[in-house]
């Protein structure tokens, strides 16, 4: 699991009743809206007995903890301890508070690294989100498996003629040449005159006869997008932000944006529950992977060059950069 990254914790919408535990990276974070209505994030672990501070209530002085009243403030200093004569003494106590961005209706928290202990730049934005033309919804799933095998999924062509059948692609094989890029932190794959998939949604999202313009990109830490681009009035984006919290766990925070006039409004109620059922289909996949490497033993993957950029994105998260590397035709049959 990558350090020195921004990840979400959470969306807006859900700090709205009091404290909410997430784990990110193997660590326990309560967060919460301080008495200013900003978010926050602590280590979900009181100083003096241990109890989760998600369990609390946010207080004018902070986070209260729920088994003595200790409270902190938004920065992890303590800033009441009720039963103290002196109650001054409290602010030489804290926890840590973990640096937090408020964007687009989404909580980042910054998980350090022995690197990169402060924040170096600022959380990645969601494409168009609230331009004129364009709709969106968010989905959020957790996943019983490891960052990479979802990041690799979200971007594994040859696998949705087989788990996503009738609902993605159709009967029909067609073969596509990609061009694969890279560069220090990502990898990007573009489909070379790709039609439009031989399935209900390809009929309905691609007019007959268009020019298809198709992207799969990884970004790390472990960022997905896919892009497809019919026109400039027909178009559409999913990008998915993974957040590990153990090595078999994921939580998984999906944008589906997109420009389909003037049927935008018609089109969302058609692709939202398509994208649900597609994304249930993967989070069923992986847990049965998941299942199984439980069973057999710690994964051997055998990369082949169908599997597109897997092997580049495993790359990268294994430290490697990809600046530098020649552009790299393939060829598959989707």
């Known amino acids: 699991m990558l350090r ?3 990840y979400i914790a959470c969306r807006s919408q859900q700090l709205a009743k009091g404290p909410l535990a997430r784990t990110i990276a193997g ?12 978010a926050a994030a602590l280590i979900d672990r009181c100083a003096h007995r241990n109890l989760a501070l998600s369990r609390g209530k946010v207080t004018a002085g902070g986070l209260r903890c729920a088994y003595h009243g200790w409270t902190w403030g938004a920065d992890g200093h303590c800033t009441r301890i009720p039963s103290a004569c002196e109650p001054d003494a409290c602010r030489a106590i804290r926890v840590k508070a973990y640096p937090v961005r408020e964007q687009q209706g989404f909580v980042w928290v910054w998980m350090a690294s022995a690197e990169k202990a402060e924040p170096d730049r600022e959380p990645p934005l969601f494409p168009w989100l609230g331009e004129p033309g364009w709709r969106h919804f968010v989905m959020e799933r957790v996943f019983e498996a490891d960052a990479f095998h979802c990041v690799e999924n979200f971007l594994d062509v040859p696998h949705t003629a087989h788990v996503h059948r009738g609902l993605f692609r159709g009967e029909e094989s067609k073969e596509i040449e990609l061009e694969i890029t890279g560069g220090e932190d990502w990898i990007e794959a573009e489909f070379i005159g790709e039609e439009r998939m031989d399935s209900w949604i390809g009929k309905l999202l691609v007019p007959a006869g268009s020019a298809v313009r198709h992207v799969d990109r990884f970004q790390l830490p472990y960022v997905t997008r896919v892009d497809y681009r019919m026109s400039e009035k027909r178009q559409y984006v999913v990008m998915s932000q993974c957040t590990p919290e153990s090595p078999e766990r994921t939580r998984v925070f ?29 989070v069923e996949i992986l847990r049965q992977q998941t299942e199984d490497l439980r069973r057999t033993g710690a994964a051997r993957f055998l990369y082949h060059e169908t599997d597109a950029i897997a092997r580049g994105i495993r790359d990268l998260l294994d430290g490697k950069s990809l600046a530098g590397r020649a552009p790299e035709r393939k060829r598959l049959k989707v």
């Open 254 to 282: 999906t944008y589906l944006g997109f420009r389909f006039e003037p049927l935008g409004g018609l089109i969302k109620l058609i692709f939202q529950p398509f994208a649900g059922a597609i994304l249930n289909q993967d």
């Open 27 to 38: 660590e326990a974070l309560a967060i919460f809206r301080g008495p200013d209505g900003n």
């Open 4 to 6: 020195g990254h921004w």
